[in-house]
């Protein structure tokens, strides 16, 4: 029997959430659904879907590994598209003094917010970066990711941002999960650079971004375009400079205030505009005539209190939305699929199938990578995860709990709770 084939039969559903690009609008409700369906994967690449007996009649069971999942549903592996899972040192201190209605700018005056999270990247080693990023991916794949974004962004500097990436690289090879690299240098202004963002900027643009580029360390740039950080020409010059590289881009956009980053994202064509919690009208109609992937990032507004996105709005005006953790120390400490499903259609207005697609094939595309994964389509990954309950809508209804069971990383079984704990 040959690594990387593996049968999944019998399956009470198959999701598909079959595609290779983003859905927009009306298309998030559309799941394509197989009942007592059954999943072929040869060398960690589907060959095909359909119902249980016609692929029984069609492929030799003795040459795979067999999995019987009956009363059980099969999804895509979900994506995480944004996270910032290389870090070190915490901030339970700073979020108890939120707990206590302390506000930002007091949290920063204490030595709180991304600085804090600097300090503590620069003093660990790049051996001990990789066994704290091994450890939580170890537990996004128990939650279902077989796919995750990482951002720098923790150094400000030339060796803590190279370090970062060179950790996720590390990552990458050792891991069984993929994962994704963004560089995100300009997430916040150093103490040195008070007063002098565009000397920050030119920094980025002659010393660290070229060297990024030339190592091959991330695909992605990004930057955290908001009031007092970045302004939308600081942020535009800095991406257009990565995109001359042949980098792509991405946004943190309109969290706080109302700036014009989605607008930016639009113009610049960014294959994602994040967080968007102000985005304007104007600004969800750029990205949608664009196709620039709505990230949006349900945890981060629960964690710190703050109004959703409002992706019911922007669903119905034809974004495609996709749903990620945006895992970090500070803001949103949480790397929880079942807590985005729950924030996304109890608070934002989503149904399950948007909630689903915005984790899968939309999750997918917000990495550029939806024809390879995010749905269960001939030709892509084999990047199955199987849940415990005979339906998807299970999901959400087993309110911030995993339903997660197995998981299949490229035809290989890389997660099996059953192995964990006794299952009856």
């Known amino acids: 029997m040959k690594k ?24 998030m409700n559309e799941l394509g659904i197989i009942k007592d369906g059954s999943v072929v994967i040869e060398d960690g690449i589907i060959k095909a879907i359909d119902e249980t007996d016609k692929i029984l009649k069609e492929f030799d069971e003795e040459e795979f590994e067999i999995v019987d999942a009956s009363n059980k549903t099969i999804l895509p592996g979900f994506v995480d598209s944004h996270t910032h899972l290389v870090f070190g040192g915490y901030r339970a201190e700073e979020y ?39 450890k939580r991916l170890d537990s996004m794949m128990s939650f279902g990711v077989t796919t995750v974004e990482g951002k720098s962004g923790y150094g400000l500097d030339y060796e803590t941002e190279i370090k970062q990436l060179e950790v996720m690289q590390q990552l990458d090879k050792d891991h069984p999960l993929d994962i994704v690299k963004t560089f995100l240098g300009a997430h ?10 565009d000397e920050f900027i030119d920094f980025i643009i002659e010393k660290v971004l070229p060297e990024v580029k030339k190592r091959n360390l991330a695909e992605f740039c990004d930057i955290f375009c908001e009031k007092n950080v ?16 042949g980098m792509k881009l991405k946004i943190h956009a309109d969290e706080i205030v109302q700036l014009g980053g989605a607008e930016l994202a639009a113009e610049l064509r960014a294959i994602s505009a994040d967080h968007l919690l102000q985005a304007s009208d104007k600004g969800v109609k750029d990205l949608a005539d664009k196709g620039v992937v709505a990230t949006l990032l349900p945890g981060t507004a629960f964690s710190l209190k703050e109004e959703y996105a409002r992706a019911r709005y922007m669903i119905d005006n034809g974004c495609a939305v996709a749903l990620a953790t945006d895992f970090n120390p500070g803001s949103c400490f949480t790397e929880s699929i079942p807590l985005i499903i729950a924030l996304a259609t109890l608070h934002m207005n989503m149904t399950t199938e948007e909630t689903i697609t915005a984790l899968t094939i939309n999750g997918a595309a917000a990495l550029d990578r939806a024809d390879e ?46 192995k964990m704990f006794e299952c009856l």
């Open 230 to 245: 970045f302004s939308v020409e600081q942020s535009r010059r800095l991406l257009l400079k990565a995109k001359e590289m």
């Open 188 to 197: 916040a202004v150093p103490k040195e650079y008070k007063g002098r963002e």
């Open 96 to 134: 108890n003094w939120r707990l206590s209605g302390m506000e930002y700018m007091e949290i920063m005056k204490r030595g709180g917010g991304i600085i804090n999270s600097v300090k503590g990247t620069k003093e660990a080693s790049k051996d001990e970066l990789v066994k704290l990023g091994r």
């Open 4 to 27: 990387g084939n593996i049968l999944i039969k019998n399956a009470s559903e198959i999701v598909t959430c079959s595609g290779f690009k983003a859905k927009v609008g009306k298309e």
């Open 373 to 418: 994964i995010g749905s269960i389509d001939i030709g892509k990954k084999g990047d199955i995860v199987i849940h415990e309950f005979p339906s998807y809508k299970f999901i959400p209804y087993h309110i911030g709990v995993s339903t997660v069971e197995k998981v299949v990383k490229d035809g290989i079984m890389i997660y099996d709770k059953c």
